[in-house]
């Protein structure tokens, strides 16, 4: 059953018509500490959500563990949950994520209804039935691929988030525009992302989220084009990790936008991706996400760090890189030393 993605007009509307196609014998919304205070509220009148069983989980990505699942299996069984309960998912990415992966994996599966509440949940996280948790500190190293029934967008609730978080989910969105077309791509360098006007902004979440639609629809499995989702992943998951290690944390997406500047850096050198296009992606990351730190004695660790990527087949690190906006190139192998260059390209520019 192919997943329904709603740009949201009227919330109750939407969330009661979505429950009521599943006719649930229970229902429960899953929230963290931080959306059961900033969107709950927001939710909690809907007649529809009356008689819902709340389960509350921790709000950091630390807290997307087996030990959280645990708690939210069992939540499940204590209030009764059967396989044709429904649990919705309220929340930034790890909520639909570990939400997601508890109901697909409670007696085998219940129905699920996303409502994300950031950005990048909005964009990436919440769209296309990736879920999961982290596993022995890899990042979503145990899940399924199941979709919710219906994914709800609304924009509404991006007035409850910081700018870092803004911006953070801005990254996936230029992502997006990368691998879509020129247009898609300079409209979102040219927004005023510093200062941003949050309908202009809902605009570009609509097109954002349905250049992921199509891709998923043509690739839900991730056997080919759906890789191109992860242009930036391998580098920005490696800075993810190191800076994690090194007890400095950054938002996923200042990493992934970080690793979007060294991947066009290879796209350029090994598949001719347009060198202008290059510098105002890399300008823009600047202006916008800063500079992450790290220094030549540290390449080897991020290379060892991209070598667990889960694209990579045969102990060979797969990126997907651009031969120009919108030209995917998947399933591509560079050199050690090709990547040691763009990382001295992040460095230098
Ligand atoms: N986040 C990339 C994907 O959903 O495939």
Redesign the pocket.
């Known amino acids: 059953m192919a997943q329904e993605v709603i740009i949201s007009r009227n919330l109750q509307a939407e969330l009661t018509a979505a429950i009521e196609a599943v006719s649930p014998d229970r229902l429960f919304v899953l929230t963290d500490t931080t959306t059961l205070a900033l969107c709950w509220p927001v939710v909690q009148p809907f007649a529809c959500l009356r008689d819902a069983t709340m389960i509350t989980i921790n709000s950091t990505d630390e807290a997307k563990t087996l030990t959280t699942l645990a708690n939210v299996w069992t939540a499940l069984g204590e209030g009764g949950a059967t396989r044709h309960s429904m649990l919705v998912n309220l929340g930034g990415g790890m909520v639909t994520d570990l939400g997601g992966f508890a109901a697909s994996t409670f007696k085998r599966g219940i129905a699920y209804v996303n409502i994300p509440t950031t950005l990048l949940a909005m964009v990436?996280?919440s769209?296309?039935g990736?879920t999961g948790i982290n596993f022995r500190g890899l990042k979503n190293e145990i899940g399924v691929f199941n979709e919710a029934r219906t994914v709800i967008l609304d924009t509404h609730f991006l007035r409850t988030l910081d700018t870092q978080n803004i911006r953070s989910g801005y990254a996936?969105m230029v992502k997006h525009g990368l691998i879509s077309d020129d247009a898609d791509l300079m409209e979102l360098l040219r927004f005023d992302i510093h200062q941003p006007d949050l309908d202009a902004l809902s605009a570009l979440v609509a097109k954002s989220v349905a250049i992921?639609e199509r891709?998923?629809a043509e690739d839900p499995y991730?056997k080919g084009i759906?890789k191109a989702?992860?242009l930036g992943?391998t580098v920005g998951h490696a800075f993810e990790s190191l800076a994690l290690a090194t007890g400095h944390p950054v938002l996923h997406g200042y990493a992934v936008a970080w690793g979007l500047v060294c991947e066009l850096y290879l796209s350029a050198t090994r598949c001719g991706f347009p060198s202008e296009r290059l510098h105002q992606v890399t300008h823009f990351v600047r202006e916008t996400y800063g500079t992450f730190n790290f220094d030549c004695k540290q390449y080897d660790r991020l290379y060892e760090l991209m070598t667990h990527d889960k694209k990579n087949s045969a102990g060979r690190i797969n990126f997907t890189l651009l031969g120009a906006v919108g030209d995917v190139r998947i399933n591509q192998q560079t050199t050690k030393d090709d990547i040691f260059e763009a990382l001295d390209y992040y460095r230098e520019n």
């Open positions: 990436d996280a769209v296309g990736k996936e992921k891709i998923v991730e759906r989702l992860n992943h």
